[in-house]
């Protein structure tokens, strides 16, 4: 049994508009020591996915499903149970650093407070355990640092001491939600490097979020793509970038600028788009999500779930769609032309 | 006139000579001179019509102040800048507002830009109002025009903006920005808000407006392949100076300043597997009490002696492409 499960995961917020799905039976598992990378746009359910896990859902959301961790139904515990999990097996960093640390509390107090609360250490075991943990994210004098407040720190160091917190209890699962999206991209580059070397050296499993396909390919072992709140294509990093089974993950692909194209001054090529937009989640068709920005959809799509294919015979890369041979074909082609 | 004459010498539109720009913090104690930010340390470039510049560089390095000094939004501490000839900090403020037809800017957060009391069709027409002289009847016609050409329909102009996504928003900003006919479009951070999918509609709706007007852009980025799509040319910023100006397609095959290249290969590639790159230690530097050398020597991995002391100027390493660094020489062999 893997450690964590997420089986036909459903998030329903109900908004003023009726009620919106912003996750639709999502189901993934994870291993210890596995990195799974989600990736999508905004509003596409991966960090009510995130928020899920943790039970941190806003009080108009509803889950159903299930959310096993190490063979504990989540779902099931109550919220005192919860506290003892959060922050302690599963943790979080979030996007933005400025603002995910309180401003009135020392650094020191904000690394520690997790293993005072989970680990019963005394003050002083956990002041020192912090000076190692800031030390490890690559903090310069971790032991002054802890009497720093958030805004003496520049925004790479906050979210090192973010990185840090999250840590602190050695958790099984850690989610990075968008870690770097608020960070210079050489600052990215280190912050990158930091969780991808934390992760191989305690073994423990990361969901990593992020709407950057980049940061996505270098850093996670297997991806899975969600649009509209439903996972469209699953797999390992090499074999989803190789294939790009799902029309939404072909177009996704397409759409981003890449960098030594030759860009404008050689051939003024334009970038693919998606055409429309990305839907609000009140109004998505009750079969595929991408039903109505799909130039490969037909009626059928809209109204149908879509079924999950293999995909290339490659260990566990699915896809959700009901053409998958339309949009293969036309990779392949794409190919041939290039 | 002398426009033929000025056609045939160079046509550029904007002109920026030796731009300086401090910001004086307030005093922390009575006996020391208060500390100053250097936020653009003699920056100069030009663009000619019909072309556009990137520029890229880091949060803190000036770039935004850079957009803001082009559009006389800052005074200017030294130096100047020329838009279509015209020096704008020796104009009259009449003469200045009357000047800003010229040149318009579209800003980072289309949700902050646009004012949500305001019908479209009123936001897109301010500009027109306040720098154009137009009767009621050419002002709707302008409006209907620019909402056109952006990719909106007719009936978007009764809506507000709360009734529109982000890259619409965007297009929006960028209508308002075109009705005034400017030469010169100066865009800071345009798509850095939107979506992929999105981003790549705004980016391929830049080019045709430029390929149908004939704009001129002054764009500035963090995102670098964003930039190597839309410009022609491209600035690297560094703490207030730029460090490498040349043909995009030049600087981003063969990068000659060490922070150009650091930065290049921190982009992550949508190639899957985890890299081994050099990696640039350390943050920025602050931007407040420069070092007297090259601003980039504590981070730089090939820093030598002679980058403490003296501050490397832009120099050819080959045609149109400049690089400030001690040992351009040696890059390029």
């Not at chain 1, 090499?238 to 177009?251: E, I, V």
């Not at chain 2, 002054?218 to 190597?228: F, K, P, R, T, Y």
């Not at chain 2, 407040?288 to 030598?304: K, M, N, W, Y």
């Amino acid at each position: 049994m893997a450690l964590l499960e997420v089986k036909n995961l459903d998030v329903t917020l109900a908004t003023s508009r009726g009620p919106a799905r912003a996750v639709r039976n999502l189901s993934f598992d994870l291993d210890r020591g596995q990195t799974l990378g989600i990736v999508g746009e905004s509003g596409c359910g991966k960090s009510m996915t995130a928020l899920a896990l943790l039970g941190l859902l806003p009080e108009n959301g509803v889950t159903t499903g299930s959310i096993s961790l190490g063979g504990q139904d989540l779902l099931a515990l109550d919220e005192d149970a919860m506290c003892g999990v959060r922050g302690n097996r599963i943790s979080m960093i979030f996007q933005e650093p400025m603002t995910s640390l309180n401003p009135l509390h020392t650094i020191g107090r904000q690394v520690t407070e997790p293993m005072l609360i989970h680990q019963g250490m005394t003050r002083d075991e956990a002041r020192a355990e912090a000076v190692r943990l800031l030390e490890r994210v690559g903090i310069a004098s971790a032991r002054q640092r802890l009497d720093n407040y958030p805004h003496q720190l520049s925004g790479g160091q906050r979210q090192r001491v973010m990185i840090a917190m999250a840590l602190s209890c050695k958790p099984d699962v850690l989610i990075a939600d968008e870690p770097t999206t608020a960070l210079d991209v050489t600052i990215q580059g280190q912050i990158l490097d930091l969780i991808a070397d934390l992760v191989s050296e305690s073994g423990m499993a990361l969901i990593l979020i992020s709407h950057d396909l980049g940061v996505i390919a270098e850093t996670v072992d297997r991806v899975l793509v969600m649009y509209g709140g439903a996972g469209v294509e699953t797999g390992p990093t090499a074999s989803l970038f190789q294939h790009l089974a799902h029309p939404y993950t072909q177009g996704l692909f397409a759409a981003v600028p890449k960098l030594g194209s030759g860009g404008k001054g050689k051939s003024r090529t334009r970038l693919s788009t998606i055409p429309g937009l990305v839907p609000e989640l009140a109004d998505l068709p009750p079969g595929c999500t991408f039903a109505d920005r799909c130039d490969l959809a037909d009626d059928k799509c809209a109204g149908t779930m879509p079924t999950v294919h293999d995909v290339a015979n490659d260990a566990g890369h699915r896809v959700a769609c009901l053409k998958p041979d339309d949009a293969k074909s036309r990779m392949a082609t794409s190919e041939a032309g290039a | 006139m002398t426009d033929t004459q000025v056609e045939a010498v160079v046509d550029d539109v904007v002109r920026a000579t030796n731009v300086v720009r401090h910001y004086t913090l307030p005093r922390e104690s009575l006996f020391r001179p208060p500390a100053v930010v250097q936020a653009l340390n003699g920056v100069s470039f030009s663009i000619s019509r019909g072309r556009s510049l990137g520029v890229v560089g880091e949060s803190g390095c000036g770039k935004s102040t850079l957009a803001r000094c082009v559009m006389a939004l800052e005074p200017l501490d030294g130096g100047r800048v020329e838009i279509e000839g015209a020096h704008l900090e020796g104009l009259t403020p009449d003469a200045l507002r009357d000047k800003r037809r010229d040149f318009q800017m579209v800003f980072q957060d289309p949700f902050g830009s646009l004012d949500p009391r305001q019908k479209v069709a009123r936001i897109v027409a301010e500009p027109l109002e306040a720098l154009e002289n137009l009767g009621r009847a050419e002002r709707l016609e302008r409006v209907a025009e620019v909402i056109a050409s952006v990719g909106l329909k007719p009936t978007d102009i009764d809506k507000f903006p709360h009734e529109f996504s982000g890259g619409q928003r965007q297009r929006i900003a960028i209508a308002r920005a075109l009705a005034t006919r400017p030469t010169l479009i100066v865009a800071d951070e345009p798509v850095s808000a939107l979506d992929v999918s999105v981003q790549a509609q705004v980016l391929n709706l830049l080019q045709d407006l430029q390929d149908q007007f004939g704009v001129t852009y002054l764009m500035i980025s963090h995102d670098l392949a964003v930039v190597e799509y839309v410009c022609d040319e491209v600035a690297v910023m560094y703490l207030g100076s730029i460090v490498e100006h040349g043909p995009a397609v030049e600087v981003f095959a063969n990068p000659v300043h060490p922070y150009t290249r650091a930065l290049l290969e921190a982009v992550p590639q949508l190639v899957p597997g985890r890299k081994k790159r050099l990696r640039l230690s350390g943050n920025v530097q602050s931007p407040i009490d420069l070092p007297v050398g090259c601003a980039f020597a504590d981070r730089c991995p090939q820093v030598e002696a002679r980058c403490r002391e003296g501050r490397p100027v832009l120099e050819d390493v080959s045609r149109g492409h400049k690089s400030a660094c001690f040992l351009n020489a040696r890059q390029t062999t």
